[in-house]
């Protein structure tokens, strides 16, 4: 009876388990110099993904396009990727309205958007 209840406590717990956060649940990054494996490249597809090259060395990413790019956000809590400032947008007091990034790329420049305050600028290449 006490296995019965225990087992029944685990799968009431599990139903309340937070969701992952957005973006690939798994390591689909490859190795430089390779190409991505059949398996890399069906996990990538199977959460919308595709691979592409990026950066200045041409890695391949799995890159996933977000439904709410260009959002209006204030954090990255308001979006499923990054809440970013537009390019050449001047904040009023450090605060700016953001957009919900387009993807998960990490390349290019821009500067990210947290609590409606601009960070930094960033580039990566």
């Known amino acids: 009876m006490r296995a019965l209840l225990a087992l029944a406590a685990a799968v009431v717990l599990a139903a309340?388990?937070?969701?992952?956060?957005?973006?690939p649940t798994e390591d689909l990054s490859v190795t430089p110099?390779?190409?991505?494996?059949?398996?890399?490249?069906?996990?990538?597809?199977?959460?919308?993904?595709s691979y592409s090259r990026?950066?200045?060395?041409g890695f391949w990413n799995c890159v996933i396009l977000y439904a709410d790019a260009d959002k209006p956000c204030s954090d990255a809590s308001d979006c499923r990727g990054?809440?970013?400032?537009?390019?050449?947008?001047?904040?009023?007091r450090?605060?700016?309205?953001?957009?919900?990034?387009?993807?998960?790329?990490?390349?290019g420049c821009y500067s990210r958007v947290e609590k409606g305050v601009v960070g930094p600028g960033l580039c990566v290449d």
């Open 54 to 57: 990026g950066g200045l060395g």
């Open 82 to 92: 990054a809440c970013l400032a537009p390019p050449n947008q001047t904040p009023v």
């Open 33 to 49: 110099g390779q190409t991505p494996t059949a398996a890399q490249t069906a996990a990538c597809s199977a959460q919308g993904g």
């Open 16 to 23: 309340c388990a937070p969701t992952p956060p957005p973006g």
């Open 94 to 107: 450090g605060q700016a309205p953001g957009r919900c990034a387009a993807s998960n790329s990490q390349f």
